[in-house]
């Protein structure tokens, strides 16, 4: 089946504690995003990647760091976690890069809790 | 910089009775427009897309789509509700003229509430 997956899905950390979201895609897309979805705010670009080896800055980069040394994944991963991080994650992935019209699949999203 | 507005934090509609959620846009040059929906504790599910072509667009579960390039508008239709149409929709603008075609932006999103 066809699907972004990530993990964990839930998650209660304390600041300043390093943590990783997973995020893994098995449609052989080129192009991954981050986004965190806040109430009133909708979904906020965090960071994407075009390609292996290719990351850039969405609207809302700090205190976000990924990386994509393989086309089928792309963490994100919280080096010093903050309660204003604390936000409902997304991961999602489209093919054929340069086609704006390309459909962007959703994970199912990763719910993580700042203390 | 492309941005996208849903002016309805909510709609309401009973169960049967036509439903509509509303977006308009602005970009700097050509916009592909796009419908998600997230149902509770799930992921965005795609629902449909304008690219080019025919303004009305038809999308998965019945719904419909009509895009407007005088009124910068795309609004979201299904012509009977049904209770399990209650859920958040968002819709998405990409302006294609910039060289960043990978930013993808979102409205704040809609709640439906469909009431049987």
């Known amino acids: 089946e066809a699907q972004v997956t990530q993990n964990p899905r839930y998650l209660i950390t304390v600041t300043g504690k390093k943590l990783t979201v997973t995020c893994s895609q098995n449609?052989?897309?080129?192009?991954m995003s981050w986004y965190r979805q806040d109430p009133g705010l909708g979904l906020r670009q965090i960071y994407y990647s075009m390609n292996v080896e290719v990351t850039d800055k969405g609207d809302v980069p700090e205190g976000y760091k990924v990386s994509r040394k393989e086309k089928r994944n792309f963490p994100l991963i919280l080096e010093s976690p903050s309660p204003n991080q604390t936000s409902l994650y997304f991961c999602?992935?489209?093919?054929?890069?340069?086609?704006?019209?390309?459909?962007?699949?959703f994970g199912p999203g990763t719910r993580l809790l700042v203390l | 910089a492309q941005s996208v507005a849903q002016p309805e934090d909510q709609v309401n509609v009973a169960e049967g009775n036509p439903l509509t959620v509303k977006c308009t846009y602005s970009?700097?040059?050509?916009?592909?427009l796009f419908w998600y929906v997230q149902y509770p504790n799930r992921g965005l599910q795609f629902l449909l897309k304008y690219i080019t072509g025919d303004n009305l667009v038809k999308g998965s579960y019945g719904f419909e789509a009509e895009f407007n390039k005088s009124q910068t508008s795309f609004h979201l239709k299904k012509p009977s509700a049904l209770v399990s149409d209650s859920a958040l929709y968002f819709c998405?603008?990409?302006?294609?003229?910039?060289?960043?075609?990978?930013?993808?932006?979102f409205g704040a999103g809609t709640q439906v509430v469909v009431t049987p």
């Open positions: 998405a603008v990409r302006d294609v003229t910039t060289d960043s075609w990978g930013k993808l932006q």
């Open positions: 970009v700097s040059g050509n916009p592909y």
């Open positions: 449609m052989n897309h080129e192009y």
């Open positions: 999602a992935s489209s093919g054929r890069t340069g086609r704006a019209g390309e459909t962007q699949y």
